[in-house]
């Protein structure tokens, strides 16, 4: 890492004290993944860091400094993050949103699709949650999964290669779908409109809001488990925090 460095645009994941005034930022920058960077008195004076707050997009100057992780110089906003006031779901969402972020990311690995994913993520968050928070949790899950590479292919059958349009099974998260000839009749979990809600979010991450509530109907249950079932598998350690995430999600419904 050179000296100092131009503003760069990174993601804030997470923002902790460390020592009397400073503050350790948790950043996600699509050219290095995790970047761990401390900003100096930060709790005492905000004047260098006014962008620097959980879930926004802003540029950093970095330095590096005589300890191990690099000196946070300056921050600004460049994007709207979750917005003024977001409410207690859209929190829950954008947090797990940022939790699997900094799980999946490592340092100094160039990840511009892990980038992309959350921006899309908090986007769709930052642009409502109401009534639709289950279905959040369903898009931004499957859009990780494609966006590292490990989610089957929805549209193919994984058995005979055929479409999956008309409805399918998903009896195994990893294997992938079923089409409804070779799954049997009453195995066949999954309606061609879920199929397809499926398959249109991940084609493009920016529909997460507007295909929300497809992907949280009671007919896409089976679809929300595989996934989550999948997230659990490549993402060991994302059960942490998912409590609040499922009260807030049934606070939605309810
Ligand atoms: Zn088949």
Same mark, same amino acid.
């Given at each position: 890492?050179?000296?100092?460095?131009?503003?760069?645009?990174?993601?804030?994941?997470?923002?902790? =004290?460390?020592?009397?005034?400073?503050?350790?930022?948790?950043? %996600?920058?699509?050219?290095?993944?995790?970047?761990?960077?401390? #900003?100096?008195?930060?709790?005492?004076?905000?004047?260098?860091?006014?962008?620097?707050?959980?879930?926004?997009?802003?540029? =950093?100057? $970095?330095?590096?400094?005589?300890?191990? %992780?690099?000196?946070?110089?300056?921050?600004?906003?460049?994007?709207?993050?979750?917005?003024?006031?977001?409410?207690?779901?859209?929190?829950?969402?954008?947090?797990?949103?940022?939790?699997?972020?900094?799980? @999946?990311?490592?340092?100094?690995?160039?990840?511009?699709?892990?980038?992309?994913?959350?921006?899309?993520?908090?986007?769709?968050?930052?642009?409502?949650?109401? /009534?639709?928070?289950?279905? %959040?949790?369903? /898009?931004?899950?499957?859009?990780?999964?494609?966006?590292?590479?490990?989610?089957?292919?929805?549209?193919?059958?994984?058995? @005979?290669?055929?479409?999956?349009?008309?409805?399918?099974?998903?009896?195994?998260?990893?294997?992938?779908?079923?089409?409804?000839?070779?799954?049997?009749?009453?195995?066949?979990?999954?309606?061609? +409109?879920?199929?397809?809600?499926?398959?249109?979010?991940?084609? +493009?991450?920016?529909? $997460?809001? +507007?295909?929300?509530?497809? $992907?949280?109907? =009671?007919? #896409?249950?089976?679809?929300?488990?595989?996934?989550?079932?999948?997230?659990?598998?490549?993402?060991?350690?994302?059960?942490?925090?998912?409590?609040?995430?499922?009260?807030?999600?049934?606070? +939605?419904?309810?």
């Amino acid at each position: 890492m050179a000296p100092t460095e131009a503003l760069q645009p990174c993601i804030v994941l997470r923002l902790q =004290a460390y020592g009397e005034a400073d503050e350790i930022a948790v950043l %996600l920058h699509p050219l290095r993944g995790r970047v761990d960077a401390i #900003a100096r008195a930060a709790r005492k004076s905000r004047s260098r860091f006014s962008g620097l707050a959980p879930f926004a997009e802003v540029g =950093a100057m $970095l330095q590096s400094g005589r300890g191990r %992780l690099p000196n946070l110089r300056e921050v600004v906003a460049l994007g709207p993050g979750l917005g003024d006031a977001p409410s207690w779901t859209a929190l829950c969402l954008a947090s797990h949103a940022t939790d699997l972020a900094a799980q @999946c990311a490592q340092p100094e690995h160039e990840d511009t699709r892990l980038y992309a994913w959350l921006r899309h993520a908090i986007a769709a968050v930052r642009e409502g949650t109401a /009534g639709r928070a289950r279905g %959040l949790r369903v /898009g931004i899950e499957a859009t990780l999964l494609d966006a590292l590479g490990v989610l089957a292919d929805l549209q193919v059958c994984a058995r @005979c290669h055929r479409s999956t349009a008309a409805g399918a099974a998903w009896p195994d998260p990893e294997a992938g779908l079923l089409c409804s000839a070779c799954a049997s009749i009453d195995k066949v979990g999954l309606p061609a +409109d879920v199929v397809l809600a499926l398959a249109l979010v991940v084609d +493009d991450p920016r529909r $997460l809001h +507007d295909l929300a509530p497809a $992907l949280g109907s =009671a007919a #896409a249950g089976v679809a929300a488990h595989r996934i989550a079932q999948r997230v659990a598998q490549v993402v060991p350690g994302v059960r942490k925090g998912s409590e609040l995430l499922r009260e807030a999600i049934a606070a +939605d419904e309810g």
